[in-house]
T-cell receptor
Framework: GAVVSQHPSRVICKSGTSVKIECRSLDFQATTMFWYRQFPKQSLMLMATSNEGSKATYEQGVEKDKFLINHASLTLSTLTVTSAHPEDSSFYIC???????????FGPGTRLTVL | QKEVEQDPGPLSVPEGAIVSLNCTYSNSAFQYFMWYRQYSRKGPELLMY????GNKEDGRFTAQVDKSSKYISLFIRDSQPSDSATYLC?????????????FGKGTMLLVSP
């Protein structure tokens, strides 16, 4: 149990376009979902935390207008990178948690390449 | 000083060796400690989750926490080539279900046959 999926696994887009990444908890309901970004040989950096039905909480330095997060249901959260630029190229990973007593279960990640 | 320090490696060992991976931290508020394994281009997979100081064993893996020294370790016995991956330590001040995790950079482990 506790499987998290992400779609797509890899995306290449042109500079200036927007990209949507989906994160789904397949066999459990996730009250909280987290979005991370990981650059090569770097640790995972938390971008934002989202609770179902409410606005996401962004970490300092993360532009909320650029990285739009929607957590519309207990099994789905989406991250939209708007007007993507080459410096947004990274590995984006989501995690999901059932409740405060649970750990975070990570998705397989989405590799974004902006040309 | 970063909150969590972890040697990036790579750490190369022969098959069957005992591996020791370590992290130090500076934030005394951290109470929950985790070790994740991450294969190349994949998401992290939880290996161990500990709360108190001391040892916790699960198969070939042993997690050790020393809160007084702000030092955690992961030991892998009888290492296998399939253990080759990057190992990330992570910690949080509260139950990680609602709390942000702070990750180390990860240590790349290479186990040769």
């Amino acid at each position: 149990g506790a499987v998290v999926s992400q779609h797509p696994s890899r995306v290449i887009c042109k500079s200036g376009t927007s990209v949507k990444i989906e994160c789904r908890s397949l066999d459990f309901q996730a009250t909280t979902m987290f979005w991370y970004r990981q650059f090569p040989k770097q640790s995972l950096m938390l971008m934002a935390t989202s609770n179902e039905g409410s606005k996401a909480t962004y970490e300092q330095g993360v532009e909320k207008d650029k990285f739009l997060i929607n957590h519309a249901s207990l099994t789905l959260s989406t991250l939209t990178v708007t007007s993507a630029h080459p410096e947004d190229s990274s590995f984006y990973i989501c995690s999901a948690s059932r409740d405060r007593t649970d750990t975070q279960y990570f998705g397989p990640g989405t590799r974004l390449t902006v040309l | 000083q970063k909150e969590v320090e972890q040697d990036p490696g790579p750490l190369s060992v022969p098959e069957g060796a005992i591996v020791s991976l370590n992290c130090t931290y500076s934030n005394s508020a951290f109470q929950y400690f985790m070790w994740y394994r991450q294969y190349s281009r994949k998401g992290p997979e939880l290996l161990m989750y500990t709360y108190s100081s001391g040892n916790k064993e699960d198969g070939r893996f042993t997690a050790q926490v020393d809160k007084s020294s702000k030092y955690i370790s992961l030991f892998i016995r009888d290492s296998q080539p399939s253990d080759s991956a990057t190992y990330l330590c992570a910690m949080s001040a509260f139950d990680s279900g609602y709390s942000t995790l702070t990750f180390g950079k990860g240590t790349m482990l290479l186990v040769s046959p």
